[in-house]
Structures are given as C-alpha cells and as structure tokens.
C-alpha cells in the first residue's frame, strides 16, 4: 500500500519561511515525477512546483524566485522550501507522485497559513 506522508506545514507571518517534506513508501520502486500542489479556499487545486526524475523543475510564476522544489531519490522524499511568504499562499499543500507504471498517488494535505 503506498502512503505518502507530509509535515512541515504550519502558521508563519508574512516574509517568513517553511519547509514541506513527502516522504513515499510501500513499494515505490520507479517514480517519474513529484510536486506539490496547493487548493486555497473556493479555489481549484494548482500545480505549484515539479520536479522530474531527472532533476528537471517547473514552478507556477507566483512562487517563482520563492519555491525551490528539490528531492532524495533514496528516499523517495520530495520537499518543498517556501521563502517570501505572502497571506495569497495560505493553502492547503499536496505531495504528488507519478510512478514509471503511470500511478498517480497523492498526501493528505497539509495546512500553510500566511499571516500578514
């Protein structure tokens, strides 16, 4: 059963910092891709940061210059450092996975709270 965990969401003031972590596990063995995504209230999920199995990224243009996606294939651990924080970046975060077999797996979510 894969499960993929996340931690280091939290509340932080404007300007501030945080650093997500997704850790995969249960029988992961090739993975093509991870990112994160986020859903602010009333709003549709969107792709914010990826990084390919090469260590190809892509970032949405709000967090670009802020976000560094970055992973450890040993691990099979994808982070997410958040730099410049704005209240426009409170969500809800999701790790994402895209195996070699083309599964797709997501995390449960965890709550970034920008305060100003």
């Known amino acids: 059963q894969v499960q993929l965990v996340e931690s280091g969401g939290g509340l932080v003031q404007a300007g501030g910092s945080l650093r997500l972590s997704c850790a995969a596990s249960?029988?992961?063995?090739?993975?093509?891709?991870m990112a994160w995504y986020r859903q602010a209230p009333g709003k549709q999920r969107e792709l914010v940061a990826l990084i390919s199995s090469g260590g190809n990224t892509k970032y949405v243009d709000s967090v670009k210059g802020r976000f560094t996606i970055s992973k450890d294939n040993a691990k099979n651990t994808v982070f997410l450092q958040m730099n410049s924080l704005n209240p426009e970046d409170t969500a809800v975060y999701y790790c994402?996975?895209?195996?070699?077999?083309?599964?797709?797996?997501w995390g449960q979510g965890t709550q970034v709270t920008v305060s100003s």
């Open positions: 249960g029988g992961i063995f090739s993975i093509n891709a």
């Open positions: 994402n996975i895209i195996t070699a077999q083309a599964m797709v797996y």
